[in-house]
């Protein structure tokens, strides 16, 4: 199946939930810059604002972000 996505969305990231500030039919991955259409996005981190395509790569974010706090 392809997805034919066409226009880019803006959203604002909140605690469970996110807001539309531009519509569009997909948002990209802060890490992978893969493509996700709105009704698929899952992950996210509301601090730093980024989205991620699947709970791997949220993870592998994570932990790139928590290793330096010891």
């Given at each position: 199946?392809?997805?034919?996505f066409?226009?880019?969305?803006?959203?604002?990231?909140?605690?469970?939930?996110?807001?539309?500030?531009?519509?569009?039919?997909?948002?990209?991955?802060?890490?992978t810059?893969?493509?996700?259409?709105?009704d698929?996005?899952?992950?996210?981190?509301?601090?730093?604002?980024?989205?991620?395509?699947?709970?791997?790569?949220?993870?592998?974010?994570?932990?790139?972000i928590?290793?330096?706090?010891d």
């Amino acid at each position: 199946m392809t997805n034919s996505f066409t226009t880019k969305a803006e959203i604002r990231l909140h605690h469970g939930q996110f807001q539309i500030i531009k519509s569009g039919d997909y948002v990209e991955c802060s890490i992978t810059k893969e493509k996700i259409s709105l009704d698929n996005l899952k992950y996210w981190n509301v601090d730093l604002q980024e989205i991620y395509a699947n709970p791997k790569v949220a993870l592998r974010r994570y932990k790139e972000i928590n290793e330096n706090k010891d």
